[in-house]
């Protein structure tokens, strides 16, 4: 898409990016217009408050003008990626062979060009990294950046998630204004998420703290799917969520070796939690032998010893009293 923009004639990236909105207007492919003015409704198949008419001669972008700046210049984009989809054959024929017409991959092709137009390349890198960001990063980057919106920023930072993960906008309300996803399913725009985990952090700390915590996002008013890795930094009135289910720069999480050793798995030794994780040697609890649990914060000291329990390397039925330093190893096979 960017490519086809590009090629045609008159076009300035960086005319563009300063003034997305007056330039389009300037353009003389297309029409803009107030759809709050003219009474018309958004496309409620959009992420975004705007309307293309490719229809109409000139087809016609259709932006709510009432919408903050930086708002307005990735909802235009946006429509703007649409008017190039469908009027570039090779685009047009590459949305065809999709199954459901190529409404997914439209949407989401028409959300990464705004934000590959509006924020570059160089800035991007030097702000977010390499991988997976931080909140703190995207808010940075959308600070720096004084024509984008918190929309577009999402949508560049979703491109360095590390597996599988989101990028998700909050209102002051908890309400998703924009999610951006590496997986086929995603919070909804306009999803409640105050029952969720991240949404408690953000609750219990202090205003304008960037918090964390280990939860589910809400899909139909119920928390379901993976377990992700989340962080939340206060933008402007509401809040950029980064999601992800592993390799997380803000704590402790599988692929860190950079930082922290891969160390060994353990499962909670409550049985009412149960939790999976990985720890470092070193984080035995001198007591117990065992971590401290990140989902139930807690070692084994509660637990009362098992009458007897099987040995994790000789697999055979040990006494309690048999019971190592180390959770599930009997005294002899931990030498």
């Not at 016609?60 to 009432?66: E, L, Q």
């Not at 001198?286 to 010893?305: D, I, K, L, M, Y």
Request: aromatic share 6%.
């Amino acid at each position: 898409m960017m490519a086809s923009l590009v090629a045609r004639e008159g076009v300035d990236l960086e005319e563009i990016r300063q003034d997305p909105i007056g330039w389009l207007s300037q353009w003389p492919e297309v029409e803009v217009f107030d759809l709050e003015r003219s009474h018309t409704s958004s496309d409620e198949r959009c992420d975004v408050d705007g309307l293309y008419r490719g229809e109409e001669t000139p087809p016609r972008v259709g932006v709510a003008f009432s919408r903050t700046r930086e708002r307005m210049n990735f909802t235009a984009l946006h429509e703007l990626g649409h008017h190039i989809q469908l009027t570039d054959e090779h685009l047009l024929e590459t949305l065809l062979e999709r199954g459901d017409g190529g409404r997914a991959l439209e949407e989401e092709a028409c959300d990464a060009f705004a934000s590959a137009v509006l924020i570059p390349e160089a800035t991007a890198t030097s702000v977010l990294g390499q991988r997976t960001p931080s909140a703190d990063a995207v808010v940075s980057l959308w600070r720096a950046l004084s024509t984008v919106s918190r929309s577009a920023v999402a949508m560049r930072a979703r491109g360095q998630i590390d597996g599988d993960g989101h990028v998700v906008v909050l209102s002051g309300a908890g309400e998703v204004t924009f999610s951006t996803s590496t997986t086929a399913v995603r919070p909804t725009r306009r999803s409640d998420q105050t029952a969720t985990a991240i949404w408690e952090a953000i609750e219990r700390g202090h205003a304008g703290a960037t918090v964390a915590a280990r939860g589910q996002f809400a899909y139909n008013s119920v928390l379901a799917g993976d377990t992700y890795f989340m962080q939340a930094a206060p933008a402007g009135s509401g809040y950029i969520v980064v999601a992800a289910t592993e390799r997380v720069p803000w704590t402790f999480s599988v692929a860190r070796h950079e930082h922290v050793s891969y160390g060994r798995s353990y499962v909670c030794v409550h049985l009412g939690c149960a939790a999976e994780f990985r720890a470092a040697p070193h984080d035995a609890c001198a007591a117990c032998g065992n971590p401290t649990c990140p989902t139930c914060q807690r070692c084994g000291c509660s637990v009362a010893a098992p009458a007897e329990f099987q040995c994790m390397e000789c697999f055979l039925l040990k006494s309690g009293t048999q019971q190592s330093a180390t959770a599930g190893i009997c005294e002899e096979c931990a030498g």
